[in-house]
């Protein structure tokens, strides 16, 4: 559930390995969309106007948009649009939790869509974007012309369990023990509520150690390699502690999903084309969930990276996340009749299938 405030809590990639190789790729337009209760969402508009439409889900959440995730996109070729989700980014109130939850980001999704005249779109998004961007498939199939997913995370227990209840500790064991260290013994059953209510609580001071800590936890399982650069962005104060409660809000909640609800929405979405990614070593996102997604969703294509974790940011991902996104936009250009106007496609291999 890694937030998207960096490399690689977001759809990045070096220059090696992007559409744009040249140069930094700049929004042609961007908005300041109010969508109720208070929020009013930062949005970017990257490519041509009579681009394929793409709207780019970041992680967390909580995360936000870095420049680089415009990289992904053809400027040639899309019309990709991106937002800071509510109290993330540039999106203000910052760190607001207050009416934000799935439901009202799905929302929000529309309130962009219609703002922006745009009929239809394709759904693009990594970790916790893969869970918002089921959530929309299936709420407005008629909207989404098809999706790309790195990172599936489905919120279900037992991947909330694994990652703040002390699954990942057999990987990494001595992380987990400066991750616990805060926590009082008789709170150590359940060490996601503990860290909810200091993250929440009315010291201000100690919400920022915890959210230190909590930073640090996200930042060595989001690289396969340790990587200081983004040890010391997510745990700087004024990222560690907006991200954190936005965070542990959604972790909290489950994600304000019943348990197996994107598994059991994806029969609203198997018309769609569909390419699943997700690394063979994602520590954040184990291809557990990106496996049992893809055998609800036959239709789809699931490749599982070999060497690989859960940034989009390590060349072997960033290669397949392009070439995902290549396929599916080629099939919503195809002709009436094709993959992409409405009838099934066909996964590539057996489901445990991989691609380098």
Known sequence: MSPAGSPTRCWTTSAATSPAEDGQVEPYATHRIPVGDGHV????????????????????????LVPAARRFFDPERYRAVLFDQRGAGRSTPHGEVRANTTWHLVDDLETIRRRLGIGSWLVFGGSWGTTLGLAYAQAHPQRVTGLVLRGVLLLRRAERDWFYQGGLRHLQPEEWERFVAPVPPGERDDVLAAYHRRLHGPDEAQARVWARAWGRWEAVNSSLRP?????????????????????????????????????????????????????????????VSAYDLARRW?????????????????????????????????????????????????PEAPLAGSAG
């Open 41 to 64: 969402l930062y949005v970017e508009e990257v490519g041509r106007p009579d681009g394929v439409p793409v709207v780019f889900l970041h992680g967390g959440p909580g995360g936000g």
């Open 227 to 287: 990587d200081p650069e983004l040890l010391a962005h997510f745990t700087a104060d004024e990222h560690a502690l907006p991200v954190a409660r936005i965070l542990s809000h959604y972790a909290v909640h489950g994600g304000f999903l019943t348990e197996g609800q994107l598994l059991d929405g994806v029969e609203r979405i198997r018309h769609l084309p569909a390419v699943i990614v997700n690394g063979r070593y994602d520590l954040c996102c184990p291809p």
């Open 298 to 346: 036959p239709e789809a294509t699931l490749r599982i990276v070999p060497g690989a974790g859960h940034s989009a940011a390590e060349p072997a991902i960033a290669r397949e996340v392009l070439r995902a996104l290549d396929e599916v936009t080629a099939r919503v250009e195809s002709p009436a009749g094709e993959p992409g106007h409405g009838e099934p496609g066909h």
